[in-house]
Every structure is written in structure tokens, then in C-alpha cells.
């Protein structure tokens, strides 16, 4: 009798082995697909994603201070180390070694083969189209590495930052544009953006008041990681209904990058310029915002009447775009 139990046990345990080995061979399957390939399946949900991916879901309970800290002026001194003065072509970076203290810097492949692990993603075109939309790619799919690297950000964790590195600076470089070549047959076949956004972000009840004091009409702040909004298409809020968040922002972004005064700068681009039907706007990290308004809080119920009915009070803050960042050596040139 206990033999013929084990073995149904080890029956058992052989099923669901056999179970997981074929879900994992189709994720490997599914992460393999090369970029372009993956946007033809992904690009309807990439056009919703920046509704649960607008930035920062809230919900751990050092929400508070994780706003607070969110609200910058400057960038740190560890954002300047792993960020603003990495140079991937450097000879001299040594080899990551995890902290504390931290020292070095992984590789390319090496930040995103946890997230990425077929070989056919360590397969980088030259520096171009191509190469750009394999990051927005990666950027986009959800593996967790969008996630992972904003929460290095936010955190100014200099282990994460110097591990996320490589790919930070592939991202940033989506971002970037020599000013005088803007809209330019020599440029870049993109642009910045310039219209009307939104961004949601889920607060918990209990802390939504709070965190929504933090912005008052006329603070300018920054926010340390990557920001995603979703175009407003009518231009006055209403783009984002049924809003996911219980802290809303509407966003005016008009700058001009060619009256800024500088060379070079990091500015907003619509993500459809590389995965088709998107309607993400990612914004680089420290972008400055002003709070220009705000809407009277709304209290809204939804499935009214039914048994998960439920309340919940919104509140929206309207911001404009007033500086964008520009590289660190001309950033200090500027202040």
C-alpha cells in the first residue's frame, strides 16, 4: 500500500512537472520572439498600459515618503555617478561587484539577460531605428525590468543603479536629441512631444488626501524615474475615463527644446514612433512639471447597486512641462 501511494505521488509530482516544463518552454518561446514581432502582438496592450504602468502604484506603506521623495528639485549625487557619468564605451569600468559599497558595472546583456534570457535578445542592431525599438521593446513587455528599474530610481539605490546602468543609458538615448537638428533632415527621423497627456496613479484610501496636498499649485519638482503618460486625445482630461488612479494628472507639455540654450537635451517621445499603435508618451527621468491647477475632488461609485459596488474620491492635478533635462556637463553650465 505505501508503495502504491508513492507512486501515485511521484504519478502526481511527474504531471505537474511535465506541466511546468511546457509553460516554461512556451514563455522562452514567447520571450524569444525578436522585438518587432513582439510589437505586433503587444501593441493594443501597449496602448493601454500606461494606465497601471503610469509611473508608480502606490501601495506599499511607505507611500508617503516614497511621494515625498519623488517630489526632487535636483538630481543626486548617485543619479550623477550611475547615471549622468556612465560611459558604456569607457575602458576603464570594471566589472559589477555588488555592494555595500557597490563598484562597477554589469554589461549590457548581462542588466537584462534576468528579464530577457533567450540569446536572440543579446543580438544588438547598430545604433539606429532598430536598436531603438528593440529598447522600447524591452521597455514595454511586461518582464518586470520597466518596474525594476524605476523602483533603482526612485530609491537612488546605487546597487540597482549600477546594474540597470547600461540599459538606463540605451533608454536615455531614445530620449535624446542634438538640438540643432530637430525636425531636420540630418536628425532624428522622431521628434519631441509636444500636446496634451495623462497619468494616473493608485494611492491608497487611507494616504490619498495626504499625498495629494504634496502637489499645490506652483510647486516644480521632478520625478527620479522614467514617466509614462497616455495621450489626451480630446485635450481636457477626459481621455483617461475610467480613470485607474485615484490621483490624477493632466499634463501640458509645450516646450520648445530649441529655446532652451543648449546642445543636447532629454524629451518626451510618443513610443507608436517605434511600436506602432501606442499611445504611451514616456517622459526621461527629472523632467521638470509646475502644478498650474487643480479639479474639485470628484467622488465617483462604480457597479453602483451591484455587490462590489464602490466608492472612491478622485482628485486631479493639472501640470505643464517647464524645463526639460539636458546632459550634466550642460546642465552645469546652465545653472
Known sequence: MADRGMDRLRGRRSAIARVLVALAAGAAA???????????????????RPLWRSGARLRSPRVLMRAVEALVKDRSDVFIKCVEEYDPEDPNNEEFEEGPPASGFRSLNEAIRPYHPNPEWMIWPTPGFAREQKICSMYTLASGLFQDVNKALREDNEDALRRFAPFI???????KFKVDTICKPEGRKC????GN???GLDVPLDQVDEVAKLYKEGTEFSWQGFTSCQVDPEGDGSGLWPFDGNLN?????????????TKEVYAPVRISRFLGDSNEVLFPPHTKFRVVGERPMEKIVENEGSYDERRREVHTRILEVVDLPTPWAEQQKRK
Open 197 to 199: 497627456l495623462l497619468r
Open 191 to 194: 521628434k519631441p512631444f509636444t
Open 169 to 175: 543609458a540605451e533608454l536615455r538615448q531614445v530620449l
Open 30 to 48: 514567447l520571450v524569444g520572439l525578436w522585438p518587432q514581432a513582439a510589437s505586433l502582438f503587444l501593441a493594443p496592450i501597449s496602448a493601454a
Open 249 to 261: 494628472f493632466v499634463i501640458k507639455c509645450d516646450v520648445d527644446a530649441a529655446k532652451l540654450g
